[in-house]
């Protein structure tokens, strides 16, 4: 089984969640958002998964630095979109992808290791 990966490599979660994949064995994809930034297409997919607001990370400096008007644009989930494309810092990492599809949105060991063992069933 071979996981999708998505993150910024040098966030200290990103760090934790590669360490606890290769402690697993789990063979993994990565896309680093600094060197491919996501495109409208990959957000909708995970946007369809947990809903945009989740996708959106408040608690880093990418989201304090906004603007107010860049801010109401993340209440709508295109302009949302888009922004998130566009500032790719400001996404919830991880985001890791199985492959039929389904995400897990964060670090959480425990979700990511049900995941995987429900598809090796």
Known sequence: M???VYGIK???TMKKTFDFLEKE???YEFTDYKKKAP???LMVKFASKVGFEK???K???TYRQLTGEEKSQLEIEDSALALLSKKSSMIKRPIVQFPDGEIVLGFDPEAIKEKMDSIKK
């Open 55 to 57: 996708l959106i990370n």
């Open 10 to 12: 040098n966030c200290n």
């Open 25 to 27: 064995g789990v063979v």
């Open 2 to 4: 071979e996981l999708k």
């Open 59 to 61: 608690k880093g400096m």
């Open 39 to 41: 495109d409208a297409g």
